[in-house]
């Protein structure tokens, strides 16, 4: 007996001290599914995000309060001054360049857990080593698709606490689509909570977005007052997310009904409204209206887009998959 | 430093976050290398686009630049020019005219590009909703997304604004 549990011991240290391999890639994510909402820290670094098929960088600050509240500050770029928060109860994003502010209720800094499940489910994720960031310990994990090789994430976990120190998300197509790099975290107790109350000031323009998740299809089809249609057709491992109403951010009546898929860790939104119901902005970059020069999320920034419509009714689907599956998605509407 | 280090640094010295050897490297190499130094041109033009969003309008008198450079360009004579001048002429003419063909094809090829034809501007809410929801996933990168999404939205308002 006192033999087993010597011998028991012996491995738990060991694993411990790295000596062996216990700590296989999905137990890390577990892991930092678990930790996620138990740290509060405040760390700065660099993030990078794709914009008209490049990279821009900005300075970033960003505060995290357990359980939920999070702040994050843009110091430099195109995002300079922009400021995202979630107060616990609210969501909200200010970007002192247009003077809007917009709350978007109840939605946290916390990610659902059954999500963790389809990631596992659908892709490969491996240890690649040890490495240091911000002056920390991390993994370095690689994330795949079970159903090819291209790596589409990378990142580096904190071994102690298991907080995310690093990112970089690749495109279908194996591009880098956005990097962010702590080079700094301390971490605290916590946080004054007035660093997680959206700004005031009699300048700024408040907006408010509903994200309402509704239950059922039949409920989202009385909410947006038409036949909501779901596609014959999504690509293996993608799980229904749920149903939304997605109200126009122009703040017109306009209502659409959100369907959203996910594998776990790229996701397919088809939104639908009434031809013609929107509020038909002529802004939008890229537009021959509107500026070549602006920065618009394009196909190749933040996935695929096509949009037609149907019977009276518009769609838009946007997915980061192959072409040839959203147009498979696209005709299973059709049908 | 090479092509390639350049490159992936480029971004970060246009918004002056390099200090230091870092700055002083790239420096030297935009110095000697004049594709580095194109490639740091674009990346300040697309700062400027987004520095500038609502000013719309392509510089005064262009297109006349362009339409007068491809006019100018100097066919190199030789001892053939001299003995067929007008067959050579000739040439140097349809030269023009494919030259002008190619950069109305890659002008247009660039601003379609820009236009997909399945992204429209009732498009852009709709991927900012993609992204605001992607934002909420397992392991996603919060920072990085909400960045798209800003951008987008700014857009979005300022093009509504100046409309």
Known sequence: MILLAVLVGGVVVAGRSGILPRHDASWIVRRAQEQSERHSFSASGQTRFSCQGRLLPSDVKFTHMRPNRCRIEYLSGPMKGVLIGNDGKNSWRFDPRTGRLVISGNRSCGRPADRLHLLLENHNVSLEGKTRVAGREAYRLVVRPKSSRQVRKRMWMDTRTFVILRHEDYDSHGRLQSSTRFNRILFAKSFPDKLFQPPTGPSIKVAKRAFDSVESLDRLAKEVGFAVRVPGYVPAGYKLDGYRIHDCPCDCPHRSAYIRYSDGLSSISIFESKAGSGCQSKAGCGTSEGSKRACEPKRSDRGEVVSFENKGISYVIVADVDSRELTKIRESLLD | ?163
Request: net charge negative; with cysteine.
């Open chain 2, 1 to 163: 430093m090479n092509c390639c280090k350049v490159r992936n640094r480029i971004a970060d010295y246009a918004v002056g976050l390099l200090s230091g050897r870092a700055k002083a490297d790239i420096e030297s190499h935009l110095a000697e290398c004049p594709e580095c130094q194109a490639e740091y041109r674009l990346q300040e033009q697309v700062m400027l686009m987004i520095e500038e969003v609502d000013s719309l309008e392509p510089p005064v008198g262009l297109w006349n630049g362009v339409h007068n450079r491809i006019s100018a360009t100097p066919v190199h004579p030789s001892v053939w020019k001299q003995l067929k001048e007008g067959h050579y002429r000739r040439r140097a003419r349809w030269s023009v005219g494919f030259a002008t063909i190619a950069l109305t094809a890659l002008i247009l090829h660039s601003t379609t590009s820009i236009q997909h034809p399945t992204a429209g501007p009732e498009a852009l809410e709709y991927v900012q909703g993609h992204a605001i929801y992607a934002s909420q996933d397992v392991l996603a990168d919060q920072t990085a997304l909400y960045s798209a999404t800003v951008m987008a939205e700014r857009t979005h308002t300022l093009e509504g604004e100046t409309l």
